[in-house]
């Protein structure tokens, strides 16, 4: 009789193969067993069964095969096959640390479980990766000198996350990502406690929540189509369903730097943010409220997340509803 899983680990793919392969390999070493993979090929070009295959008997993996819907459909697709209480979010690029499923596992009760998120350069492709300078400058010493990346360069091999994880995450790491909100953690604590946009922080490149809450809400709203959103948008309804989001720094993974959507990064980069914006009209048309207005302020460049949650509290304080719905009308008109 098969052991029962206690957690599904949910993550959609396309186009990303070699990175897939290491995410995927690094499941193998993880310190709780008790865990499924439900991964869903949203059209990757030639598929990924020759990928998947040498997992097959190691890890308990399902996959799940369609044409490229996008993210929210490729989301929705995975889950429902998923079986485990707790479902785990994790993307196609992130290499999980040995102790990514027990980190989340410990943490979890009840409420949503935002993991710790930090880089890694896994393969150097020349003249198309986001990279920093400090990045680069860290690549030249470690692959031995400028003249190395005139060429791409594989940096960690199949085989070494399984032997020695520990090791082969240190020697590919850049450090931490920025979205870890570390000035909020410093003002509310990893609880967030009394923090009314704790939804907000939660995505799903490292998220657990609990699969009953998920079924609730109906999962992922497919109409959020191109990048960013569609995570925030199933955050913010669990929020309203009463679910409340905290932080670990025990479940961490780590997002391995790739080509973006166009090979110039800086155009990649503004066709991102055009795809965010559209999406951000959306999310605010679907809520129609001033939480939902003021998150968007924030990718404005308008306001912080702390400032945001300081003015959503004072209106929330004010008896008289004029504030709230002076600002609803200025935010929903901007």
Request: hydrophobic fraction near 45%.
């Amino acid at each position: 009789m098969a052991e029962r899983v206690d957690v599904s680990l949910v993550m959609a793919t396309c186009d990303k193969r070699d990175y897939l392969a290491l995410t995927l390999e690094s499941l193998l070493a993880q310190t709780y067993r008790r865990f499924e993979v439900v991964l869903c090929d949203d059209g990757t070009a030639g598929g990924v069964e020759d990928v998947v295959a040498p997992f097959r008997d190691r890890l308990d993996l399902t996959v799940v095969v369609q044409e490229n819907r996008g993210r929210a459909a490729a989301r929705n697709a995975a889950l429902a096959r998923v079986s485990g209480d707790l479902v785990v979010f994790i993307d196609d690029d992130r290499m999980a640390a040995p102790e990514f499923v027990a980190g989340h596992v410990a943490a979890a009760g009840g409420g949503g479980v935002i993991g710790w998120k930090r880089r890694a350069l896994t393969f150097w492709r020349p003249g198309v990766l986001p990279l920093s300078r400090d990045d680069l400058m860290r690549l030249v010493m470690r692959v031995g000198g400028r003249d190395r990346l005139a060429e791409p360069i594989r940096l960690l091999e199949a085989g070494a996350l399984e032997a020695d994880p520990h090791q082969a995450l240190a020697s590919a790491d850049l450090g931490d990502e920025r979205d870890n909100h570390g000035a909020i953690i410093e003002a509310f604590g990893p609880a967030l406690t009394g923090f009314r946009f704790d939804w907000a922080l939660a995505t799903t490149a490292n998220l657990a929540v609990p699969r009953e809450a998920v079924e609730k809400i109906g999962g992922f709203d497919e109409s959020f189509t191109g990048w960013g959103l569609e995570d925030t948008d199933l955050s913010y309804r669990l929020g309203r369903l009463g679910v409340r989001f905290s932080l670990t720094a025990e479940a961490v993974n780590y997002h391995q730097i790739h080509p973006l959507a166009d090979p110039d990064p800086a155009v990649a980069q503004r066709l991102m943010h055009a795809q965010l914006l559209r999406n951000l009209d959306r999310f605010c048309a679907r809520h129609r409220s001033l939480d939902a207005y003021l998150y968007r302020r924030r990718w404005e460049h308008a306001m912080t997340l702390a400032e945001a949650d300081r003015l959503l509290k004072r209106v929330e304080a004010e008896p008289d509803p004029l504030l709230r719905r002076e600002l609803e009308a200025l935010y929903a008109d901007r």
